[in-house]
């Protein structure tokens, strides 16, 4: 019993070397600037970071893409703080 739990041990260490080592660079790349991007207050901010997007070389997976509807949803977020609560044509609201 303790032999399979050693060769066990040693698999599950091997597996995670690999996973480790052989991650895509790209993808975290992308998880940088989706840090970033999710870390920024300010439209400008997350907008100067959404274009370093296009340098990174990345395989289009279920992986990245999901990194980019993330980093989507954080810009998105930052925009409705952004946004005005009242349209250009109604009155402001009363003090």
């Not at 977020?77 to 009155?91: F, L, Q, S, W």
Request: charged share 25%; glycine share 4%; net charge positive.
């Amino acid at each position: 019993m303790a032999y399979d739990r050693r060769v066990m041990s040693r698999h599950l260490v091997i597996w995670i070397a690999l996973a480790i080592g052989c991650r895509d660079k790209g993808l975290t790349r992308l998880e940088e600037i989706r840090a970033t991007i999710c870390a920024c207050k300010t439209a400008e901010c997350a907008e100067a970071a959404i274009k370093l997007v296009p340098a990174v070389q990345a395989k289009s997976n279920a992986s990245s893409q999901k990194i980019a509807r993330e980093m989507l949803d954080c810009l998105a977020k930052i925009y409705a703080k952004a946004r005005p609560a009242t349209g250009p044509d109604e009155p402001a609201p009363a003090p």
